[in-house]
C-alpha cells in the first residue's frame, strides 16, 4: 500500500489504520480463496487461508498469495528482533512443531528443535559448531559443569561479583560459555546444603520437627524471652544437627559405596551402619562488629562443628569399617554446624544457643536414620564424642572450676600437690555422668556440709555440666601448653634460678627479652604475645635448645636440658600421630620409660620449679596418654586442630563472601564454609589443580590464536581484590 491510501491517494501511515469491527472481520474470514498451488484446487476460507498453506510441502515463489510487505516500514530480520516480537512471528512454526513433537518424540519439543538445527548447520558445512552443538546435546559440552564452577568459586574465595566478572571475561574473549552463570551455581549448591534431602527417624526424635526440608536457622529459635531472662545479645545461625548428618552421609555417598566394594560386601545391604562423629567447639578471639541493625553484639565469634571420623556396618558377627577419614584434622572435613557472635566465657548465652543443638543430638542417640543411598533405603547410627575442646571451654561446658583451680585435671580428681608429689601413676576417674551427680550435690548440699568439705566432696565441679565430653587429652593445645612451660623454663634457666629463687619482675623480663633476642637471630622465631601452634611447633626442637644453650654457662644444666627436650620430643609423636601403633610404635612401646625419666628429671633437676606443683598438660601427658591410647587408639585424630584451622577460614569468608550487615553475615560465611567441606566440591577442586599443575590452557574459539588460561582470569579477579 506504500504511505498513500489506495483509494483517494491521501497520504497514510501504518500507525494511521485502526483494526476493523469484529463483525466486518469475521465476514473476512469467512470468504473463500482458491488454493494457487498447483494439483490442488480446494476453496479454503479467507481465515484458515495461512494454516492451508504451510501444510504445503512445496511452495513456489511468485505463484502464491500471501502477505507481502510492499512499503512502509522493512521487514526486519529474524535475530534482530525482540523475544517478544519473535514469539509472535513463529507462532504458527511453533504450533506445528510441538504437534510433531507430541506425536512422534513423546513431547520432546528441544530435542525436534536442537536436530533441525544441527541437520541446518551440517547442511551449509559449519561441521564444527555441529560438533559442539552435538556434544551440548549428549550432555558432554565445552561448558564447565556448575558444580565445578562453584567449587572454583568457593575454594578461590571470589565474590559474587568477582566471578561474574570472570564468565563475562572469558565469555566475551573466547565466544563460548565455558563457566556457568550465578543462577546455575546457586542451583548446584542447594543440593550440597542441609535441608534438600529427605529422611526419616525410627523412631521419631524427641521434641524435633519432622520437616526435613530445614535449611539455615536462626540460633534463637525457639528461646522463650522473658523480661526477668538474661538478655542474650548474640546473633546466632545453625543448621538442624539431624539434617546437617544427612546431608555429609549423601556428600559422602561415593566413598560409602565405594568403601563396600573395597571390602567385598554387597552394596544393596542396607545397614545398620554406624557413624562416629568428632564434636569440636573453640572460640575465635576478636572479630570486629560490622554495620547494621540488630543487637550490640560482643566482638568475639564461637563455632561449633564436627568431623565423620569412620563409618563402620556390622557384617556377621564382625564390624567392617567401609570409610575412615584420612586427614581428620583438616579444615576440609570439619563441617560448620553453628557459628554465633558472644564471648566463650559468657556461660549464658553459650548454653542458651548451644541447648537446643545438644537436645537434637541426644535425641539421636535412642534413634535409626532412614536414608536413601545408591537407590537403597539404608539404616544409620550415630556415635558422639565431644573431643575436640581446649582446657578452657571443657571445664565451661563440664561445669568444672577454671584452669587454675587446686583441681588440676579434666580426667581425674587429682589436686594440683597429689599431682606434683605423683607424676605418673593416675587413672582417668571423671565422666559427664559423675559431673551431673555432683553438681546436685553441690547444689543441694545433702550432707550439710561447709563449703570447703562440700568442694572437696565434688572435685571442682561448680555448675551444671551441658555438654558431654569424651575425657580425653587436646593434642594441639597440649603442644601449646607445654611449649609455653618449656619457653618458661629456658628464661628459668638463662637467669639461673635454681640458684637464687628470690628475683624480681623486672629481671625474670630481662631473661624473656635475652631469649627472645637469642630465638629470633639463631632460629628465626619472632616473639609473640600468645603462643601459637605454629610457634610450638618450631621452639620444640633440638637446634633451640642448643640455640638456648649458648646462653647456658653450666654444662650440667646443659646436658638436663637437652635430656629433658629429648625424652619431650620421644613422647609427643605418640599423642600427635593419628594412629600411633602403625606410626611409632617403637616410641608407643617406649612412652611409659620415658615419661617416668621425665618425672625424675622435673622432681630433681628442676625441682626449683616443680616442688609442690605442676602445670595442667604436664600432669595430663606424664600420667593419662597411655590409657587414652589404649582405650581410644589415638589421641591426635581426635584432636581440636580442623576447628582451629576453620578460624581463618572464618575471618576470609566473613570479610570476601558475607553481606555487609550483622544481621546476614553469619547466614553467609555459614554457608560457605559449609560448602567449602564439600567431600563433592573437592573432587572437582583437586582435578581443577591437577589439571592446574600440568600448565592446562582453556582454549579459545578456533579463530584465536591465543589460549586464555583458567587461572589467570581467577588470580587477576582475585589481585584486584
Not at 347 to 376: D, Q, Y
Not at 634 to 641: D, N, Q
Amino acid at each position: 500500500m506504500g504511505s498513500y491510501c489506495p483509494s483517494c491517494w491521501y497520504p497514510c501511515f501504518p500507525t494511521d489504520l485502526v483494526t476493523p469491527v469484529k463483525s466486518f472481520l469475521n465476514i473476512l474470514d469467512n470468504l473463500s480463496i482458491r488454493c494457487p498451488v498447483k494439483e490442488c484446487d480446494e476453496e479454503i476460507s479467507h481465515g484458515k487461508y495461512g494454516q492451508h498453506l504451510s501444510g504445503h510441502k512445496e511452495m513456489k515463489e511468485g505463484e502464491v498469495y500471501s502477505y507481502i510487505n510492499k512499503g512502509g516500514r522493512p521487514r526486519q530480520h529474524l535475530l534482530s528482533l525482540t523475544r517478544r516480537a519473535q514469539k509472535h512471528r513463529l507462532r504458527e512454526l511453533k504450533r506445528q512443531v510441538k504437534a510433531f513433537a507430541e506425536k512422534e518424540e513423546g513431547g520432546d519439543i528441544k530435542a525436534v528443535c536442537m536436530t533441525l538445527f544441527l541437520l541446518a548447520l551440517r547442511a551449509k558445512n559449519e561441521h564444527k559448531q555441529a560438533d559442539e552443538l552435538e556434544a551440548i546435546m549428549q550432555g558432554r559440552g565445552s561448558g564447565l559443569h556448575p558444580a565445578v564452577c562453584l567449587a572454583i568459586r568457593i575454594n578461590t574465595f571470589l565474590s559474587c561479583s568477582q566471578y561474574h566478572k570472570m564468565y563475562r571475561t572469558v565469555k566475551a574473549v573466547t565466544g563460548r560459555q565455558i563457566f556457568q552463570p550465578l543462577h546455575a551455581l546457586r542451583t548446584a549448591e542447594k543440593a550440597l546444603l542441609p535441608g534438600y534431602h529427605p529422611f526419616e527417624w525410627k523412631p521419631p526424635l524427641k521434641n524435633v520437627s519432622t520437616n526435613t526440608e530445614v535449611g539455615i536457622i536462626d540460633g534463637l529459635s525457639g528461646l522463650p524471652l522473658s523480661i526477668d531472662d538474661y538478655p542474650v545479645n548474640t546473633i546466632a545461625k545453625r543448621f538442624r544437627y539431624d539434617a546437617a548428618l544427612v546431608c555429609a552421609l549423601k556428600d559422602m555417598e561415593e566413598e560409602i559405596l565405594e568403601g563396600m566394594k573395597t571390602k567385598n560386601l554387597d552394596d544393596y545391604l542396607n545397614g545398620p551402619f554406624t557413624v562416629v562423629v568428632k564434636e569440636s567447639c573453640d572460640g575465635m578471639g576478636d572479630v570486629s562488629e560490622k554495620h547494621g541493625s540488630g543487637p550490640a553484639v560482643p566482638e568475639k565469634a564461637v563455632r561449633f562443628s564436627f568431623t565423620v571420623m569412620n563409618i563402620s556396618i556390622a557384617h556377621g558377627n564382625e564390624s567392617k569399617r567401609i570409610f575412615e577419614e584420612v586427614k581428620p584434622n583438616s579444615e576440609l572435613c570439619c563441617k560448620p554446624l553453628c557459628l554465633m557472635l558472644a564471648d566463650e566465657s559468657d556461660h549464658e548465652t553459650l548454653t542458651a544457643i548451644l541447648s537446643p543443638l545438644i537436645a537434637e543430638r541426644e535425641a539421636m542417640k535412642n534413634s535409626e536414620l532412614l536414608l536413601e543411598m545408591g537407590g537403597i533405603l539404608r539404616t544409620f547410627r550415630f556415635v558422639f564424642r565431644g573431643t575436640g575442646y581446649d582446657e578452657k571451654l571443657l571445664r565451661e561446658v563440664e561445669g568444672l572450676e577454671a584452669s587454675g583451680s587446686t583441681y588440676i585435671c579434666t580426667l581425674c580428681d587429682a589436686t594440683r600437690l597429689e599431682a606434683s608429689q605423683n607424676l605418673v601413676f593416675h587413672s582417668i576417674t571423671r565422666s559427664h555422668a559423675e559431673n551431673l551427680e555432683r553438681y546436685e550435690i553441690w547444689r543441694s548440699n545433702p550432707y550439710h556440709e561447709s563449703v570447703d568439705e562440700l568442694r572437696d566432696r565434688v572435685k571442682g565441679v561448680s555448675a551444671k555440666p551441658f555438654i558431654e565430653t569424651v575425657p580425653s587429652i587436646d593434642a594441639l593445645h597440649c603442644d601449646i601448653g607445654n611449649a609455653t612451660e618449656f619457653y618458661r623454663i629456658f628464661q628459668m634457666e638463662i637467669g639461673e634460678l635454681y640458684k637464687n629463687p628470690d628475683v624480681s619482675k623486672e629481671e625474670r623480663k630481662r631473661w624473656q627479652l635475652t631469649l627472645d633476642k637469642h630465638l629470633r637471630k639463631k632460629m628465626n622465631l619472632k616473639p609473640m604475645l600468645k603462643m601459637s601452634g605454629n610457634f610450638a611447633r618450631k621452639l620444640m626442637s633440638k637446634e633451640t635448645v642448643e640455640a638456648v644453650c649458648e646462653l647456658i654457662k653450666c654444662e650440667e644444666r646443659h646436658e638436663a636440658l637437652k635430656e629433658l627436650m629429648d625424652l619431650y620430643l620421644k613422647m609427643k609423636p605418640v599423642w600427635r600421630s593419628s594412629c600411633p601403633a602403625k606410626e611409632c610404635p617403637e616410641l608407643l612401646c617406649q612412652y611409659s620409660f620415658n615419661s617416668q625419666r621425665f618425672a625424675e628429671l622435673l622432681s630433681t633437676k628442676f625441682k626449683y620449679r616443680y616442688e609442690g606443683k605442676i602445670t595442667n598438660y604436664f600432669h595430663k601427658t606424664l600420667a593419662h596418654v597411655p590409657e587414652i591410647i589404649e582405650r581410644d587408639g589415638s589421641i591426635g585424630a581426635w584432636a581440636s586442630e580442623g576447628n582451629e584451622s576453620g578460624n581463618k577460614l572464618f575471618r576470609r569468608f566473613r570479610k570476601m563472601n558475607a553481606r555487609q550487615s550483622k544481621v546476614y553475615e553469619m547466614e553467609d560465611v555459614l554457608k560457605h564454609h559449609w560448602l567449602y567441606t564439600s567431600k563433592y566440591l573437592q573432587k572437582f577442586m583437586n582435578a581443577h589443580k591437577t589439571l592446574k599443575s600440568q600448565n592446562f590452557t582453556i582454549d579459545s574459539v578456533g579463530s584465536l590464536d591465543d589460549s586464555l588460561p583458567l587461572e589467570a582470569l581467577e588470580n587477576n579477579d582475585s589481585a584486584e581484590l
